[in-house]
């Protein structure tokens, strides 16, 4: 579902291009039509995270998919900027609860000690969303335009919603396919889990005030920003680093990707191992700033070294998102739960539009350089690293025979 989702959200970054040219736009622009969508995407954020735990997260997703395929096509069938920017928002509107109502959904299935797993593998769409669509949008802008490049890919989330209704149960208790000593597990998983945690707010006004969920904000967004304004300039970096066409392009953009899917996988996996949460955070986000400063810098100089580093970045820029997203079940009850992450991620992904503005504008103002932009997004990914250090939650220790059961 999310695989889709985010090919609907970054392919603008191929189509760039061609709109400049159709358009008349120029990288300024183009970076705003990459980043209006998160103005949009703030909108349902906390009602989507609120709905998911106190409604249903499989209407509202089904609801939502209707919708971000409309506008994702759309997105092929603008005229002028201010039509794109237009689409682009409401494209961001349709979108915008999809996230939280989702963690909300895997918070109602998987315990404590199997989330920073569960949340990477959902979070998996996002670097195998570009895998998938970077050689696909070359084909389709090699063969098409970039008009056909948004009603191909729009439509499957049409269809996808027809799949998701189908196979989606919004909780164990609901769920017809699982065994009753399967759901006697969860039950009593989740149970245990409730009595260890002590959270720092019971409702959302003592979230919304609180320091610690404040500190959560300001990460997520340092991190969101340097995330896209790398992942929605990427074609444009690797142009600059090769002289291959859109397919050569779209073919190289995946090798960063890929070694995104695996960082994920390790550093969710070796958290839940060990229960450590905020070094794992922090860690990929400092070595995915230090990486992408080093990769501007070497540039065209060794095209095959700048590409290693890009996909250093690219890597710890994605592998802190599964283990973050635990870090709210720690710190706030179940009632404040899909309203918190709503917060979080509302406000933190308002950094998708920063990084990609902010990029195309010192790219327009120093010459089509990329350097002093990627250097910028370097600093915030290493400043959202040295934050997260600072969190804190509380849980209650666990005592001698819980441990020997």
């Known amino acids: ?103 909300a959904l895997l918070a109602k299935w998987f315990p404590f000690d199997e989330r920073a797993r569960a949340n990477s593998y959902w979070m998996f769409c996002l670097p195998v969303a570009a895998i998938i669509m970077s050689p696909i949008a070359g084909l389709i802008l090699a063969h098409l335009s970039w008009r056909w490049l948004f009603y191909l890919e729009g439509l499957p989330a049409l269809i996808w919603a027809v799949v998701w209704w ?45 320091k610690q969920v404040w500190l959560l904000v300001a990460v997520y967004f340092l991190a969101v920003t340097g995330l896209y304004g790398v992942t929605l300039w990427m074609p444009t970096i690797v142009q600059h680093l090769s002289s291959f066409g859109p397919i050569g392009v779209g073919l190289l953009s995946t090798l960063p990707y890929i070694a995104a899917v695996l960082a994920l996988w390790l550093n969710s996996r070796h958290s839940d191992r060990t229960g450590e949460r905020k070094w794992h955070i922090a860690i990929p986000l400092i070595v995915a700033g230090v990486s992408l400063l080093l990769s501007a810098l070497v540039g065209t100089a060794s095209p095959a070294l700048s590409m290693i580093l890009l996909s250093l970045t690219e890597a710890g820029v994605m592998a802190f998102l599964g283990v973050f997203w635990t870090l709210p079940p720690l710190m706030v009850g179940p009632a404040a739960l899909g309203s918190s992450m709503g917060l979080i991620n509302g406000l933190g992904n308002l950094g998708g539009f920063l990084g990609p503005f902010l990029v195309g504008y010192l790219m327009t103002i120093s010459h089509n350089s990329m350097l002093a932009g990627l250097g910028l997004m370097t600093t915030l990914l290493v400043l959202g690293g040295l934050l997260i250090l600072g969190a804190q939650y509380r849980s209650r220790p666990v005592s001698a025979t819980e441990t020997a059961m």
């Open 1 to 103: 579902m999310y695989t889709i989702g985010f090919m609907d959200r970054i392919n603008i970054g191929f189509g760039f291009s061609g709109m400049e040219k159709t358009l008349s736009t120029n990288a300024t622009m183009a970076g705003l039509a990459g980043g209006i969508f998160f103005f949009g995407y703030l909108f349902l954020q906390i009602p989507g995270g609120h709905w998911g735990v106190n409604w249903s997260a499989k209407k509202f997703i089904t609801l939502s998919l209707i919708f971000w395929a409309i506008f994702a096509m759309l997105t092929g069938a603008v005229q002028n900027v201010p039509e794109l920017l237009t689409v682009r928002f409401l494209l961001g509107v349709a979108e915008g609860g999809v996230w939280p109502a989702t963690l």
């Open 166 to 210: 189908i196979f989606i149960d919004d909780s164990p208790a609901t769920a017809k396919w699982l065994s009753s000593e399967e759901r006697a597990y969860l039950e009593r998983k989740f149970a245990e889990d409730a009595q260890r945690t002590v959270p720092l707010a019971n409702d959302w006004r003592q979230a919304f005030t609180n």
